[in-house]
């Protein structure tokens, strides 16, 4: 290798041209060191510094972490848009935390103003470190790598050696190296420029660009989903329709026409529960056969909604997410005519499902005394009853084994035409009165399928039918952006992987013929950060390109030839004589050959 020396007079001329090598090797902005001298910045120059700090990928960092952390009271406040109820018996128990909460928005954290302006902040920045760079990018793609600097020796990993081929040759064989290696490559000058690892900045703009994605996405769904709740017995059917739904909630831009045209019918319920051993009682199938339809006239179908797998209907999911039993009764008058008769769904309390509900009789009954009046029943449904023995009305299994029904039987108003919104699963008693039994305690009984409690003064009676039917709980979502929030997060995770494991890094291979005839052959290259990568890369194209231009003995100081072939890049003989670097390529160790890393280049 032959000595390289620096003089100190050519010393900046190499380190701008070093600069210039290093450029452009990522699209992150070069940031202007202030001077003193500067005068003040005004209007103007203030909203550009701003501009600028905004749109620095640290500030959108930082604003991402501030997003996150803002996300946290949403999880551990209750929030009005999910669970109305939380929220009130919060504000019951905590008289002063409540007031506190509500100036600061942290019952509607998601769409209190601090968060949306966290959130427009991230977006702006993001979309504003993103379009510059994204331009700077594919100007870089359409240009093509610079020029080789004057002094290779000075570069991170370089190599040399002589050779008897021609200049032309070895660009020639260089030229066509590179470029089967799938190295951007073009001849300057005397030299060949060759640039690789574009995906690596393609990966880092595709990871920033999947985020705005993403918070588009995730923007989109929160304004326009909805979500409802309905329950169905075996045998009746939904429509989706926003009377139909036992609860529903929506975004702020929701409206009932975005609602998806379908409705079905549900054939059966099939719950199966392990028999025996520690998990006796868990759920081992839990599903339901349906028949719906798309649209008014759409055609039939069947299908089979199991837990997480959803029927999907345009852009809604139907969801099976509970299960229940609906005993089958019969009201009738003191005339023994039927008054009532339908299956009452009643909730579960625990997972051996046992259930508690109310039946309501509101219109069609009469007293003995011919006025019309109201019924109401407490019922609580056990699917396998335990035995008198027991002394408890607590199921000890969840499939209808031993099914029993307790009901407690009050009359009068249940105040449903008041105007106020009542649950089906419950009563209010404050105008209704007590049947009383013979003991003058409130009636109650214990009924078993086909059994009947009788009430008292020819009021009429209760019938627990044989036949109990199941209900199954649905939640109907849609969510728009639910698809583009997905595919954005595998474009992150992929442009993530690109810009940590592709590293993007030059080459420069410069031929000329020396002073005595013989072509001198150099080869250097300088990756974005500082990585083993490199030299081993260089090392394999030199030791690929010397096959094809062999090396020749450097000359002994007084004009003979050495005996063996072309010496080491750091003057050690070669462990194979001739070849460049048996072990790889070497950093020059000359004093006044300082290396200068990428990042370094770029600064001078």
């Known amino acids: ?57 640290r500030v959108a960092l930082l604003l991402l972490l501030l997003l996150s952390l803002a996300a946290i009271p949403g999880s ?75 002094r290779l020796t000075r570069l991170p990993a370089h190599t040399t050696w002589r050779t008897s081929a021609d200049p032309e040759e070895v660009r020639e064989a260089a030229l066509a190296l590179l470029r089967k290696r799938r190295f951007r490559a073009h001849a300057v000058g005397d030299a060949v420029a060759a640039e690789k690892g574009y995906l690596r900045e393609l990966g880092n703009l595709a990871f920033h660009l999947a985020l705005i994605v993403m918070l588009i996405a995730f923007a989109w769904g929160q304004l326009f989903k909805s979500e409802g709740n309905k329950i169905v017995v075996e045998g009746d059917g939904f429509s989706n329709t926003l009377t139909q739904y036992d609860d529903f909630k929506s975004g702020n831009l929701f409206t009932n026409d975005d609602l998806e045209p379908f409705s079905f019918d549900v054939e059966e319920f099939t719950g199966t529960y392990e028999r025996t051993g520690p998990n006796r009682g868990t759920p081992r199938t839990y599903e339901t056969e349906v028949t719906y339809t798309e649209g008014a006239d759409g055609e039939e179908k069947n299908a089979l909604i199991k837990v997480n797998k959803p029927l999907e209907i345009g852009d809604a999911k139907v969801y099976l997410v509970s299960h229940g039993y609906a005993p089958v009764v019969t009201v009738r008058d003191g005339k023994g005519e039927i008054v009532y008769q339908d299956a009452v769904p009643l909730l579960p309390l625990d997972n051996n499902v046992t259930s508690n509900g109310v039946v309501k009789v509101l219109d069609g009954y009469r007293n003995p005394q011919g006025k019309k009046e109201q019924l109401g029943f407490q ?34 108003d249940l105040k449903a035409d008041s105007g106020i919104p009542q649950s089906v699963y419950q009563m209010d008693k404050t105008k209704m009165k007590e049947f009383k039994d013979a003991d ?43 698809g583009w929030a997905l595919g954005g997060a595998l474009a992150a995770i992929g442009g993530l992987a690109a810009s940590l494991f592709v590293q993007r890094r030059r ?19 300088l990756g974005r950060s500082e990585s083993a990568k ?20 450097d000359p002994e100081p007084d004009g003979t030839p050495e005996p063996d072939g072309a010496p080491e890049p750091d003057g050690t003989p070669p462990e194979d004589p001739g070849a460049p670097g048996a072990s790889g390529t070497t950093t020059s160790t000359d004093t006044d050959s300082q290396a200068v890393p990428a990042e370094g280049a770029e600064q001078q």
């Open 534 to 553: 490199v030299p081993e890369e260089l090392g394999d194209l030199a030791g690929t390109l010397y096959e094809r231009a062999p090396g020749v003995p």
């Open 507 to 525: 080459v420069w291979v410069r031929a000329v013929r020396g002073d005595d005839g013989v072509t001198v052959v150099e080869m250097a290259g």
């Open 1 to 57: 290798m032959s000595d390289t020396t620096t003089d100190n007079s050519t010393q900046t001329g190499d380190d701008q041209d070093l600069g210039a090598a290093g450029s452009q090797l990522s699209t992150a902005p070069v940031e202007d060191s202030p001077s003193p001298d500067l005068p003040s910045l005004g209007v103007i120059g203030w909203a550009r510094w701003f501009w600028r700090q905004l749109t620095s990928m």
């Open 379 to 412: 019922a609580f449904f056990v699917p396998t009853f335990g035995g008198s023995a027991s002394g408890t009305m607590l199921s000890q299994f969840p499939a209808l084994d031993y099914p029993v029904l307790a009901l407690n039987a009050y009359h009068g």
């Open 440 to 482: 003058g305690e409130l009636l109650k009984k214990l009924l078993t399928p086909g059994e009947t409690m009788t009430l008292p003064g020819g009021a009429g009676s209760i019938t627990f039918e044989k036949d109990v039917k199941e209900w199954a709980g649905f939640q109907v979502v849609q969510e728009p952006g639910g």
């Open 76 to 150: 551990l406040i209750p929030q009005t848009g999910i669970n109305e109820a939380q929220v009130a018996d919060f504000r019951e128990r905590h008289d002063v935390l409540a007031p506190v909460y509500d100036k600061l928005g942290l019952f509607n954290v998601y769409s209190s103003v601090w968060f949306s302006a966290i959130y427009i902040l991230l977006f702006v920045s993001l979309i504003g470190c993103i379009v510059p760079r994204t331009w700077q990018f594919v100007g870089q793609l359409r240009g093509r790598p610079p020029g080789a600097p004057r």
